[in-house]
């Protein structure tokens, strides 16, 4: 079972867990793909997915997460500033197929190269106007959050 935090009525709910690779202990997932066509983010834009992620990985409520074309195709700068002491955050984002590829800017990782393991992807799915974004973890249960497009005004 997993807690699902459902940010824009404040309820929460239980889905089940994906199925994971184990390492020992760990549990890990193998990194998504990276090189597939987005699926479709409509009526939300490739930025709103990105900038969702980041909210709700780290916190934050989507209206105060920015977002900037990079140079790279289809690769978006995410960032946002920690109001307890204005320390500047920054993220490269990308969609394959349904899953948010990201990573610190300046860095790279398994999952923004899309190899070896990981402790969790994160995936988009969009239903009836609603954006959930999913944390699907290997060795824990998965973490979901909803956005409504009123969130992003």
């Known amino acids: 079972m997993a807690f699902t935090d459902d940010k824009s009525s404040g309820s929460n709910q239980l889905s089940t867990e994906s199925g994971s690779a184990s390492i020992g202990e760990i549990r890990l997932k193998t990194a998504a793909p990276v090189n597939q066509a987005p ?5 939300f834009t490739t930025s709103q997915v990105c900038k969702a992620a980041i909210s709700g990985m780290f916190g934050y409520e ?15 700068k995410i960032s946002y500033r920690r109001p307890s002491d204005g320390s500047q955050y920054s993220f490269d984002c ?18 923004w190269n899309g190899s070896g393991s990981v402790a969790f992807n994160v995936e988009f799915t969009i239903k009836d106007n609603v954006l959930v974004i999913t944390e699907a973890y290997g060795n824990s249960d998965d973490i979901s959050y909803r956005f409504t497009m009123n969130q992003f005004r």
């Open 39 to 43: 699926a479709s983010t409509a009526p």
């Open 62 to 76: 989507v209206n105060t997460i920015k977002a900037a074309k990079a140079n790279q195709a289809g690769v978006f």
């Open 94 to 111: 990308k969609l394959s197929g349904n899953n948010v590829i990201w990573t610190e800017s300046g860095q790279t990782s398994n999952r």
